[in-house]
């Protein structure tokens, strides 16, 4: 019989206590104490330490990492007052309660209320032991002494707050509170915490989701207690009482799932914090959805968003719907190598800018020609003969860009890309021209990785999702011909119906409709937007323009209500028209047919790629062949125009990378790139 257990279990008690109180302390010193150390699954947060998801720790319960300090004042008040208020009084044993248990098992022959403190319930979780045999009890109370020896209240407290059940696979009432009412128990109501108190005593016939009754019985005995036990007041009673019950069990927040799962096979910590901004990421998580789910079936979009003047990615969508089997939703389309179209003309450009070989007002060939064996074509199969640099780039036109390309070189294009930090797969040991219309594999968070150093003045950034990751650096290009980049991106005409904003972006469509893209900033925050289907298959008539561009203006009014206003133009920026331009800059010839020539100019010193200590004076530069006069230019900026002198100084060189360039009467021109110590 139960009563006759508890005084048997008394009686222990009682002897042991008499034999000494030495012998006591040392029974109780040598008590085996579990492991206190609780493994906790685990969780990956927002910015603001708020969830984005977590996992389960290896036996499939859901525990997550909980304490006093974590939860509700009003819970832990109801904890105490209802399981064990002598709680911060005892010892780890309430001779108070044991007697009065004994009394009433002894008078009505029946156990009629418990001696269990809530250090006891503790002792009993570690252990994973049960409740009903009196030699059970007995090892708990001793376990309970010794915790109470060794831990703080509040210590024991926190062990209780993170192992205690309540009902299926959950355990700790962080876990119960996602679960059962979709929210961190830092803030819960009166009946949400009386709920909390109630299940732990019986978990699976309480549980909310399967006996909804039997847990608002049980809650409400629990708020009509704490009423009487002056707890909480009567009219917070009444009101608690009228609160709709829990009825179901809610899924665990899942998410930015892709990086979160990308975090925890780094080996991150079971606690990371992200640089994600929570409630962006959840409303552009919604966005994805809306996009595809009037489209086809199989096709996804992926959405990074980062702050370019930090590195800080706020949030990171790798497909529209995780477990969607359909759109294989499995796969992060951030991180997947995809051809980047025509994004990475920008680049292109911004390299012929620094080298002094054409300005946004150049005028530029887009007729039909072939470098080689490789003949591209335009887009539209059009041509458009004469043309401005800048009309080039937003019209997107292949055959301009392939010539700059030619003139400065896919290793040097290439070159440029790693230095962005970007992980780029070419085909083959050389990369070709090709490379220039996005024939070479790049992933979605590495193309706005490049965009967020063009809209930082030419100067790249490592992007980062965990606060703690180590930030790089390197100059792409100067100021001036990342700014020309900007300025030539924010005319670009946004998409139909979108909200007029001063935003810097391009469109990229991958040969074959396979990939969309579109890639945008203004003054603080970069944008990358793909769509299109992880299995590779064309997506027939979709264009980056059509399908990506109205995406990532949509992102941008989630993101702010206005956009942060593009930089200014540096002091160095050539502000005038084609026909202002030093003469060799108004048209831009490519390098086959300058090399062609064999009466073309050449520096004859300094060669390309030395190490120069230049003079107090500064640096000299000579050259041979040519038409005089020279048009001399120091990292694009001219030096000096019609100047008959094959001689030129350029001072004031300061220490570090200088490419100078010498165009002659007839538009030849050479270059040579150094390094000034």
Do not use: C
Not at 144 to 152: I, V
Not at 372 to 385: I, K, L, S, T
Not at 399 to 405: E, K, R, S, T
Not at 572 to 586: C, F, M, V, Y
């Amino acid at each position: 019989m139960r009563w006759h257990r508890a005084i048997i279990g008394t009686a222990v008690l009682l002897v042991l206590t008499a034999a000494g109180r030495d012998q006591f302390d040392d029974w109780v010193d040598a008590t085996v104490i579990p492991p206190l150390v609780i493994e906790t699954g685990t969780e990956v947060l927002d910015r603001d330490g708020d969830l984005l998801r977590a996992y389960q720790v290896d036996n499939g319960r859901w525990r997550l990492h909980a304490d006093v300090a974590s939860v509700d004042g009003g819970y832990l008040a109801m904890l105490v007052a209802y399981e064990d208020k002598r709680f911060y009084r005892h010892k780890g044993v309430d001779l108070i309660a044991l007697g009065r248990a004994v009394g009433q098992a002894v008078r009505y022959q029946r156990m009629v209320s418990g001696a269990s403190t809530l250090t006891m319930q503790t002792a009993r979780l570690l252990e994973e032991s049960g409740t009903g045999r009196w030699e059970g009890k007995l090892r708990q109370a001793r376990l309970a002494l010794a915790l109470e020896r060794r831990l703080s209240k509040q210590e024991i407290l926190n062990l209780y707050l993170q192992r205690a059940p309540f009902g299926g696979n959950l355990e700790g009432v962080r876990a119960a509170s996602l679960a059962y009412f979709g929210k961190e128990p830092r803030r819960l109501t009166p009946a949400q915490s009386a709920l909390l108190v109630a299940l732990p005593q019986s978990p699976e016939s309480r549980r909310p989701d399967r006996r909804p009754e039997a847990a608002h019985a049980a809650r409400d005995r629990v708020l009509e207690r704490m009423r009487n036990a002056g707890v909480i007041d009567s009219e917070t009673a009444e009101t608690a009482l009228t609160e709709a019950p829990t009825r179901t069990r809610r899924p665990f927040p899942l998410q930015a799932p892709h990086l979160a799962d990308r975090l925890i096979a780094d080996g991150a910590a079971t606690r990371v914090e992200t640089t994600l901004d929570g409630p962006l990421q959840r409303s552009l998580e919604r966005l994805a959805k809306q996009t595809v789910r009037p489209l086809d079936p199989h096709l996804s979009v992926a959405i990074v968003v980062a702050d370019h003047q930090t590195g800080e990615v706020l949030a990171s969508i790798g497909s529209p719907d995780f477990r969607n089997e359909t759109r294989e939703g499995f796969v992060d389309m951030t991180r997947a190598l995809r051809s980047p179209g025509s994004t990475l003309k920008p680049l292109i450009y911004g390299l012929g800018f620094e080298r002094g070989m054409i300005h946004p007002e150049t005028i530029i060939n887009d007729r039909a020609q072939s470098f080689g064996n490789y003949a591209p074509q335009n887009f539209d199969g059009e041509f458009r003969g004469q043309i401005r640099v800048r009309e080039a780039l937003q019209l997107s036109l292949n055959l301009p860009v392939i010539g700059v390309l030619d003139a400065i070189g896919p290793s040097n294009f290439s070159a440029a890309l790693r230095k962005s930090g970007a992980a780029v797969e070419t085909p083959g040991d050389q990369p070709g021209l090709a490379v220039g219309l996005g024939g070479l594999g790049i992933n979605l968070y590495d193309v706005v990785q490049l965009y967020a150093g063009l809209a930082r003045g030419g100067q790249s950034l490592d992007l980062i999702e965990v606060a703690a990751d180590p930030q790089s650096s390197a100059r792409l290009m100067s100021k001036r011909a990342a700014w020309y980049v900007t300025d030539i991106l924010s005319g670009i005409a946004p998409p139909v119906n979108a909200r007029g904003q001063e935003i810097a972006y391009k469109t990229g469509t991958s040969y074959g409709h396979r990939d969309t893209l579109a890639i945008g900033y203004d003054g603080k925050h970069v944008v990358g937007v793909w769509m299109g289907r992880p299995d590779g298959t064309p997506v027939p008539g979709a264009f980056g323009a059509e399908l990506a561009a109205p995406v990532l203006f949509q992102v941008f009014e989630r993101l702010k209500s206005q956009p942060d206003p593009l930089p200014a133009a540096p002091p160095d920026a050539l502000l005038i028209s084609n026909a202002e331009l030093p003469k060799p800059l108004r048209m831009f010839k490519g390098t086959g047919e300058v090399l062609a020539d064999p009466n073309r100019p050449q520096i004859a010193f300094p060669p390309d790629g030395a190490r120069i200590a230049a003079g107090g004076g500064g640096l000299y530069v000579q050259i041979r062949n040519g038409a005089p006069p020279f048009s001399w230019l120091a990292n694009g900026k001219p030096v000096a125009v019609k100047s008959w002198d094959r001689q030129m100084e350029i001072a004031e060189t300061g220490r570090g990378y200088l490419t100078v360039t010498v165009v002659d009467a007839k538009g030849r021109s050479t270059k040579t790139d150094v390094f000034v110590d």
